[in-house]
């Protein structure tokens, strides 16, 4: 059994690093890794045909529904950007470990595929605008707060671990 408290739930703007960190890290604690968005794509389908299909709100209900499940696990989470919008959600992240992934808005335009983002379809400018209307609540929600903006991916996993251990990483608290 791991010697630190779990679920840790990885919470950020599209495009920040969840998953890639998330995968990075649950394999330097020995622990599984869980994609909220992953499990709904697995369940429903591809997310932007939700969006199409059934609207925001059904997409919305199914997030929600996934990380409830997910936060019953002992493993490290990586939620889909949106996730945190819903205030159920939240009052769940309050009993929570929440590592929140903060990037600026060229380094993180730079990594993504805007095709693949609904929410992004009007263009780069609305990643901007989505990311100011959430960023108080990351910032509310967050236990700590790591930059991925330009440091090596394996260093940031590297002090996200050691943070979830107890130790002392470059991390703003």
């Known amino acids: 059994m791991a010697e630190f408290e ?55 209900q199914l997030e929600r529904e996934a990380v409830a499940e997910a936060l019953a696990e002992r493993a490290v989470v990586s939620l889909g950007g949106g996730a945190v919008l ?30 693949k983002r609904p929410l992004l379809k009007d263009g780069p400018e609305a990643w901007e605008k989505i990311f100011a209307e959430r960023k108080g609540i990351y910032e509310r929600l967050a236990s700590v707060t790591f ?16 943070w979830a251990r107890g130790r002392n990483p470059e991390a703003t608290p």
């Open 6 to 60: 779990l679920p840790i739930v990885f919470m950020g703007p599209m495009g920040s690093g969840k998953t890639r960190l998330g995968k990075r890290v649950a394999k330097l604690l020995g622990v599984p890794f869980i994609d909220t968005d992953k499990r709904i794509v697995a369940e429903h389908g591809p997310i932007t045909a939700i969006f199409e299909n059934d609207g925001e709100a059904r997409f919305r």
């Open 86 to 115: 819903d205030p159920a959600t939240q009052d769940a992240l309050a009993a929570h470990r929440v590592v929140y992934l903060t990037v600026d808005s060229r380094a993180v335009l730079a990594r993504m595929d805007t095709s």
């Open 147 to 162: 930059d991925t903006s330009a440091r090596p991916i394996t260093h940031i996993a590297q002090d996200i671990a050691a």
